[in-house]
C-alpha cells in the first residue's frame, strides 16, 4: 500500500468494539427503513415550512446527485482498493463489496448536505456538519475506505455543493426583481 494512511486506517478500524454499534449505524443508516421515513418526513417539512427551506431542500439533493457522481468518476477512472481488499486482519464490520474505494460517496453525499445546509440555514447547519464527520469516520471504522479515501469524498461532496451554491446565486442575480405590489401602488400614488 502506496499510501501514508495506513496507520491511520488501522488506529481508527481499531477502535473499540463498543463504538461499533454507533459508528456502524452512521454507515449504513439508509439501509434502516425508519431512518429513510424519518428523513422523508424531514424532506417534506423542509419543502412545506417556507421558501428558503424548500429551495435547501432542492439545493441539496441537486449537490448530492453531483458528488455522488463525481465519486462514481473517481471510482471509475481512478480505481483503488478498499482496505479489505487488500490489508490482511481487517475488522470489516459491513460485509464487502467488489467495488472500488477511490472516493467516499457516503462522505461526499454527506458533506454536500451539510455544506448546502449551513450557506443556507446558518446554524442549522451544524447537525449535518457533525454528520458528516461521523459517517467519514465510519466508513474507516467499519473497513470501507481508507482515510484518504474519505476526505476525497468529503471534498468532492463540498466542492459540489459550492458549484451548486455558486450557479443558484447567479441565477438569482440575474433574474429580473418582482417589485412587491405595495410597494408598486405607493410609488404610484405618490407620482
Not at 89 to 101: I, K, L, N
Not at 112 to 129: E, K, S, T, Y
Amino acid at each position: 500500500m502506496p499510501f501514508p494512511d495506513v496507520n491511520l486506517f488501522r488506529a481508527i478500524n481499531d477502535w473499540p468494539d463498543w463504538l461499533s454499534p454507533f459508528l456502524t449505524f452512521f454507515s449504513v443508516a439508509l439501509n434502516q427503513v425508519w431512518v429513510k421515513v424519518v428523513l422523508l418526513g424531514l424532506v417534506l417539512a423542509m419543502v412545506l415550512a417556507n421558501r428558503n427551506t424548500r429551495i435547501t431542500v432542492l439545493q441539496a439533493l441537486v449537490a448530492v446527485g453531483i458528488a455522488n457522481g463525481m465519486t462514481d468518476l473517481f471510482k471509475h477512472l481512478i480505481p483503488m482498493n478498499r482496505p479489505y481488499q487488500e490489508l490482511a486482519a481487517v475488522t470489516s464490520r459491513v460485509g464487502t463489496s467488489a467495488s472500488h474505494g477511490t472516493a467516499s460517496a457516503h462522505s461526499a453525499n454527506m458533506a454536500a448536505v451539510a455544506f448546502i445546509f449551513v450557506c443556507q440555514l446558518r446554524w442549522w447547519g451544524a447537525p449535518w456538519v457533525a454528520i458528516a464527520l461521523l459517517t467519514g469516520f465510519s466508513r474507516v471504522y467499519v473497513g470501507a475506505h481508507y482515510p484518504y479515501q474519505v476526505v476525497l469524498g468529503w471534498s468532492c461532496g463540498i466542492v459540489a455543493a459550492f458549484i451548486v451554491d455558486r450557479v443558484w446565486k447567479i441565477i438569482q442575480s440575474k433574474r429580473p426583481r418582482v417589485l412587491d405590489v405595495s410597494t408598486s401602488n405607493e410609488s404610484q400614488t405618490s407620482n
